[in-house]
């Protein structure tokens, strides 16, 4: 297939175009390098230099790709940012989206993997966290990427659109030469290494009076590898239902949309990364208390049954040290500090 990656620059977008090429698919990755690296781009990929916003620049790649599909990973994705700048993230997630779609309807490319979150969900009713629990998120970032779902099932139902939301929860770890760096890092498992590394005086713990069993944030880690997979499998499933939908006419499709959770169904505290980080590194590190973060939810922790029961998704990765230790030599080899 010939696949479109936006954000694929990016931690997730770069890997995901990665696995994509080595499956045996062409693939054309568009970012605008506000967040991502073009480092991170698989070499076997095209690579624009555009923004999603951008609808004639979106056209014209477009009609030079001819795609079968589009994989949308584009987005900010700070919820602390988004409560203090709000319109950042309607108008980068939820507005450039809208322009994205319409690109594609206008091309009839019909088949799309959106890159969701567990920030839909807000502070949940019950653990873990399945996929028809209410919808009420705490943070604009979460608000901006629901309403981006709400346009998705719209866009299905008038257009015979076929997609998968894909709510990740903390995509974590590195495969052998893809890691977890952000511009700037905000993302813990990183954030401890850059500690344990040196290259931060410490890690700060935002909350330590959350209702939990150590009063720090619990929340589900997914490595990357295994949040890969279930991408090949979600756009393997949109291909196979591919007949019906009727590109001249824009028919509705029958079939319904594919929305699923992915992680690994077990929480961990931030003190207990931190203390994981601690042995897969052999390396003490300085912790700060700080005050909790607006937007912040106690307890996230996913349900992902349903994924592995209407896919077949196996998660190959679900050890909280191995995830980590992962992370942590590939940032070893990018510093040359680990030993």
Same mark, same amino acid.
């Given at each position: 297939?010939?696949?479109?990656?936006?954000?694929?620059?990016? $931690?997730?977008?770069?890997?995901?175009?990665?696995?994509?090429?080595?499956?045996?698919?062409?693939?054309?990755?568009?970012?605008?390098?506000?967040?991502?690296?073009?480092?991170?781009?698989?070499?076997?990929?095209?690579?624009?230099?555009? &923004?999603?916003?951008?609808?004639?620049?979106?056209?014209?790649?477009?009609?030079?790709?001819?795609?079968?599909?589009? /994989?949308?990973?584009?987005?900010?994705?700070?919820?602390?940012?988004?409560?203090?700048?709000?319109?950042?993230?309607?108008?980068?997630?939820?507005?450039?989206?809208?322009?994205?779609?319409?690109? *594609?309807?206008?091309?009839?490319?019909?088949?799309?993997?959106?890159?969701?979150?567990?920030?839909?969900?807000?502070? !949940?009713?019950?653990?873990?966290?399945?996929?028809?629990?209410?919808?009420?998120?705490?943070? !604009?970032?979460?608000?901006?990427?629901? *309403?981006?779902?709400? /346009?998705?099932?719209?866009?299905?139902?008038?257009?015979?659109?076929? $997609?998968?939301?894909?709510?990740?929860?903390?995509?974590?770890?590195?495969?052998?030469?893809?890691?977890?760096?952000?511009?700037?890092?905000?993302?813990?498992?990183?954030?401890?290494?850059?500690?344990?590394?040196?290259?931060?005086?410490?890690?700060?713990? $935002?909350?330590?009076?959350?209702?939990?069993?150590?009063?720090?944030?619990?929340?589900?880690?997914?490595?990357?590898?295994?949040?890969?997979?279930?991408?090949?499998?979600?756009?393997?499933? +949109?291909?196979?239902?591919?007949?019906?939908?009727?590109?001249?006419?824009?028919?509705?499709?029958?079939?319904? !949309?594919?929305?699923?959770?992915?992680?690994?169904?077990?929480?961990?505290?931030?003190?207990?990364?931190?203390?994981?980080?601690?042995?897969?590194? %052999?390396?003490?590190? !300085?912790?700060?208390?700080?005050?909790?973060?607006?937007? &912040?939810?106690?307890? +996230?922790?996913?349900?992902?049954?349903?994924?592995?029961?209407? +896919? %077949?998704?196996?998660?190959?990765?679900?050890?909280?040290?191995?995830?980590?230790?992962?992370?942590?030599?590939?940032?070893?080899?990018?510093?040359?500090?680990?030993?």
């Amino acid at each position: 297939m010939r696949v479109l990656v936006t954000g694929g620059a990016g $931690y997730i977008g770069g890997v995901v175009a990665d696995r994509l090429l080595r499956d045996g698919h062409s693939v054309t990755v568009l970012d605008n390098l506000s967040k991502g690296r073009q480092q991170a781009v698989p070499s076997q990929a095209e690579f624009v230099l555009a &923004d999603t916003g951008d609808a004639p620049a979106l056209d014209r790649i477009f009609e030079a790709g001819r795609f079968d599909a589009v /994989m949308h990973f584009a987005a900010f994705i700070e919820a602390g940012e988004s409560m203090l700048s709000p319109e950042l993230y309607f108008d980068n997630n939820s507005a450039k989206t809208l322009t994205l779609l319409r690109a *594609m309807l206008r091309h009839r490319v019909l088949r799309l993997v959106f890159s969701s979150t567990a920030a839909v969900y807000g502070d !949940p009713r019950r653990l873990p966290i399945a996929e028809d629990d209410p919808l009420a998120p705490t943070n !604009p970032y979460g608000e901006s990427k629901l *309403m981006v779902e709400r /346009m998705l099932a719209w866009f299905h139902k008038a257009h015979g659109l076929r $997609y998968a939301s894909l709510r990740y929860f903390n995509a974590a770890g590195a495969t052998a030469d893809r890691g977890e760096m952000h511009r700037p890092e905000t993302h813990l498992i990183p954030l401890v290494l850059q500690a344990a590394l040196g290259q931060r005086e410490a890690i700060s713990i $935002y909350g330590t009076d959350y209702p939990t069993k150590d009063g720090t944030c619990i929340r589900d880690y997914i490595h990357i590898d295994d949040l890969a997979t279930a991408h090949m499998l979600a756009l393997d499933a +949109l291909t196979e239902t591919n007949a019906q939908i009727n590109p001249q006419t824009q028919t509705q499709s029958k079939s319904s !949309p594919l929305i699923f959770n992915l992680g690994s169904g077990s929480g961990f505290s931030v003190r207990e990364i931190i203390a994981v980080a601690g042995r897969v590194t %052999g390396r003490k590190i !300085p912790v700060v208390e700080a005050p909790r973060r607006p937007g &912040d939810s106690a307890v +996230l922790i996913a349900s992902s049954e349903k994924i592995k029961r209407e +896919l %077949g998704w196996q998660p190959q990765h679900s050890d909280i040290e191995a995830i980590v230790r992962s992370a942590w030599e590939w940032h070893g080899k990018r510093t040359s500090t680990l030993k």
